[in-house]
């Protein structure tokens, strides 16, 4: 007879193809229903964490829910430091694990719905009677509030005989949010007449447009308005037309292109959040500028934000569209204290203004040289120390990659090369796990995830020293899992980078912030990896040859790259400025 944990395995299994996690007394008969009663793949991982990363990395890689398992106590424990990302991150999972009895705490157990919810995540607690709707409702609450559950079964119920496992209904999952009301159309119709009458005008998207996927309708909507365009690190590759887009705004946004945004007189922003580092401490727009935004949130997310609009990207991008088809007769104009237009002005019934007939004439998207506006610097081959520069490593690096490649990246200083000089071609395939709640050592477990997600694809995994010891346990996991198709590159700068760029400066000890130079190539053979020590550009002629050989004859590669501290990354630089 099937088990409560049965009950919950089989039923999480009907809308999840992968778990992931560490197994212990909490989850052994989860596991055991999972493997012996469903055909969801498991893969282990070596740290509780890396359960809660993989399933995270899974679902940026690919949209689709994944799960994380831990036992009780400590090895919930260890979840917790990716359970904050993840919630911060906005990304969906579920994380089964064990709890306390039903009887009461036992000497060693934690009050693990308080720690849960401590860092924004909800448990749903199985009992003998309901653990498959229970299952349904966790993945229900996931799928709506896009943020991970804690799917708990106690110890004493876990092996209990539940009888035969019911046909759950599928969780719901919400529809796309339609503008509403008279305000939001009328804050429509603004928009559109300040895109008709905009001459340099501007549209930025980040993650969330491409999870409402509005890539088309926002491709449309750019070559209806004649606008630049670029997005988010999060949201790369989102537009479909390369030749009008200034690649990533913020720090890691190249100096012309971010130039470019700050002379565009209208922008419209696509599921963004607008967070300090995209807006560039507030100076990515200037002030004449007028900005919309665009979003699922209760309200605009920026003080800068003049007009908003509560809807999903796609949709609102099609209306938008719609209403700049020259046959569109629009309605009045409304003022909504996003722009000095009177309310109540009208355009011409015909849907074109002067001014935007001119625009159409000389779109000022056509007088850009966008490849010029995009262009980073390229560095040296070697620093002043003689340690390699990072610029030209990475730029080197993204030549010998292959385009297959999804990059996850872990958190710190190097964050920014890879961000800057390794193009991807979608959202989905350029990932960073540990950033939004400003956390290192996730990197390791992602590429677990991001393997799993697309096994077709090359994995990149973009880490630095000090985060890739501290997540060293799933180095292992990585290599296991991606094998010939995986990659990772260790910037190496033997230091924390960020605090000794930011503390450093200020003359705080640096002594805490160094690390002792260690052999990552070293730890990559230990687990069966190929690893390469790179001092100078030609030693990555190996990754080219790597990238030439049959995935079938080559080992995951590990390039220990010996950089030079005293490349400072330009967002970091901003860091600086503004905390100095």
Not at 472 to 480: F, K, M, Y
Not at 512 to 531: H, K, L, S, T
Request: hydrophobic fraction near 45%.
């Amino acid at each position: 007879m099937p088990t409560v944990s049965a009950h919950a395995a089989i039923t999480l299994a009907r809308h999840v193809d992968h778990v992931f996690g560490v197994m212990g007394n909490g989850n052994a008969y989860f596991l055991d229903a999972l493997e012996r009663e469903t055909s969801a793949s498991f893969t282990a991982v070596r740290h509780e964490q890396g359960a809660v990363v993989a399933a995270d990395a899974h679902y940026r890689a690919s949209g689709r829910i994944a799960a994380g398992t831990a036992t009780y106590g400590a090895g919930f424990t260890n979840t917790l430091t990716a359970l904050a990302e993840s919630v911060q991150a906005h990304i969906p999972l579920v994380l089964v694990v064990g709890d306390e009895p039903t009887s009461g705490p036992r000497p060693w157990d934690v009050d693990q719905i308080a720690l849960a919810s401590a860092v924004g995540a909800r448990t749903y607690t199985v009992g003998r009677a309901d653990a498959a709707a229970t299952t349904v409702i966790a993945m229900e609450h996931a799928l709506t509030y896009r943020v991970p559950v804690v799917l708990a079964i106690p110890y004493d119920v876990a092996a209990l005989e539940a009888g035969p496992v019911p046909d759950a209904p599928a969780p719901r999952v919400p529809r796309a949010l339609d503008p509403a009301g008279g305000f939001a159309e009328g804050m429509l119709d603004d928009i559109a007449a300040a895109l008709r009458d905009a001459e340099r005008p501007f549209l930025l998207a980040g993650r969330g447009a491409w999870l409402a996927g509005a890539g088309e309708a926002l491709g449309a909507l750019a070559d209806a308005s004649g606008a630049l365009t670029a997005s988010t690190a999060l949201g790369c590759g989102v537009f479909p037309a390369a030749e009008y887009d200034l690649g990533v705004t913020g720090g890691f946004g190249a100096e012309g292109a971010m130039e470019l945004v700050r002379n565009a007189d209208v922008a419209v922003v696509f599921g963004a959040s607008l967070n300090q580092f995209t807006m560039r401490f507030g100076e990515l727009f200037a002030p004449g500028t007028r900005v919309f935004q665009v979003d699922v949130a209760p309200a605009a997310t920026h003080a800068h934000v003049g007009g908003y609009v509560r809807g999903d990207a796609r949709v609102v991008a099609e209306a938008l569209v719609e209403r700049l088809r020259p046959a569109h007769d629009l309605r009045p104009v409304h003022n909504f204290g996003s722009g000095d237009r009177h309310a109540g002005a009208h355009v011409p019934a015909d849907g074109v203004s002067s001014t935007a007939s001119e625009a159409v004439r000389r779109p000022w998207r056509e007088a850009i040289d966008v490849v010029a506006a995009r262009a980073y610097d390229t560095g040296d081959e070697l620093a002043p120390d003689g340690r390699l520069d990072p610029r030209s490593a990475a730029r080197r690096i993204a030549e010998l990659l292959p385009e297959d490649r999804v990059v996850v990246s872990d958190g710190g200083h190097f964050i920014g090369w890879a961000n800057m000089y390794w193009p991807v071609a979608s959202p989905d395939r350029m990932m960073m796990v540990g950033t939004a709640f400003q956390a290192i050592g996730l990197g390791w477990p992602s590429v677990v995830g991001a393997a799993r997600a697309r096994p077709e694809s090359t994995v990149v995994l973009s880490t630095g020293d000090g985060g890739g010891l501290m997540a060293i346990a799933d180095l292992e996991s990585a290599v296991r899992t991606a094998g010939g198709r995986g990659c990772a590159v260790v910037w190496n700068d033997a230091a924390y980078g960020a605090e000794v760029h930011l503390y450093g400066l200020k003359g705080l000890a640096e002594e805490p912030m160094r690390i002792p130079e260690v052999d990552f190539a070293a730890f990559a053979a230990a687990v069966g990896a190929e690893g390469v020590v790179v001092r100078t550009l030609d030693d990555l002629d190996r990754l080219g040859s790597w990238a030439a050989q049959p995935v079938a004859e080559r080992r995951f590669l590990l390039l220990d790259l010996r950089i030079s501290p005293m490349v400072i990354a330009p967002y970091q630089q901003e860091i600086i400025r503004v905390n100095s």
